[in-house]
């Protein structure tokens, strides 16, 4: 199984701050690399698929980059509505995987 | 957009079969590339893909799970459902349905997911 590496796990942060959640995969998994997000109580959402794409409706706040076996989400202008838990996935092989997640808290 | 939906039994006695639904609704449920899945999450922990069915019939299990596990899909009824026996306090989690997008090897990720169901597993 490809093991995905989330970091840091959590995170204070404040509105307006520049985020950044890094993942690393085990082997190569590029490009198949997507974030989600997760509010409390609430099923993930698909933020950014294929590293860097964007989900329609999503804020262009989001963005996402990397290659390999490093992948890096960024918030820019942190929002009150990004307070939440987020995953890395990854879809390169079976069984799919997922980070551990990171939560991002209000400092 | 489609909307999922996921239903079942609740709480289930240790050695029993946990079984779940998930009825689908605003979209085609035969769509080439869609796989219907499953995804848990144990309390305070995180994600892990279950397994899924393409609407064919074609089945793909969590090698964790696989011995334990049983997918099946009812296209007339635009339901798919989740068998799993032998359960112990370890397979109590939040059950997500959800759909996969896989065409011609590509994208690969969840798009939709229902709104998830708690199953205890307890005596």
């Known amino acids: 199984d490809i093991q995905m590496t989330q970091s840091p796990s959590s995170l204070s942060a404040s509105v307006g701050d520049r985020v950044t959640i890094t993942c690393r995969a085990s082997q190569t998994i590029s490009p198949f690399l997507n974030w989600y997000q997760q509010k409390s109580g609430k099923a993930p959402k698909l933020l950014i698929y294929?590293?860097?794409t964007l989900q329609s409706g999503v804020p262009s706040r989001f963005s996402g980059s990397g290659s390999g076996t490093d992948f890096t989400l960024t918030i820019s202008n942190l929002q009150p509505d990004d307070f939440a838990t987020y995953y890395c996935?990854?879809?390169?092989?079976?069984?799919?995987?997922f980070g551990q997640g990171t939560r991002v808290a209000i400092k | 957009q489609l909307h999922l939906q996921e239903s079942g039994p609740g709480p289930v006695k240790p050695s029993q079969t946990l079984s779940l639904t998930c009825t689908v609704s605003g979209g085609s449920r035969t769509s080439e590339g869609y796989y219907w899945s499953w995804v848990r999450q144990r309390p305070g922990e995180g994600l892990e893909w279950i397994g899924y069915?393409?609407?064919?019939?074609?089945?793909y299990y969590n090698p964790s799970l696989k011995s334990r596990l049983s997918i099946s899909v009812d296209t007339f009824k635009s339901q798919f459902s989740l068998k799993l026996n032998s359960v112990t306090a370890a397979d109590t989690a939040v059950y997500y349905c959800a759909t996969y997008y896989d065409i011609n090897n590509y994208y690969r990720y969840f798009d939709s997911w229902g709104q998830g169901t708690l199953v205890t597993v307890s005596s």
């Open positions: 069915i393409y609407y064919s019939g074609d089945t």
């Open positions: 294929l590293t860097s």
């Open positions: 996935h990854q879809g390169y092989s079976l069984p799919q995987t």
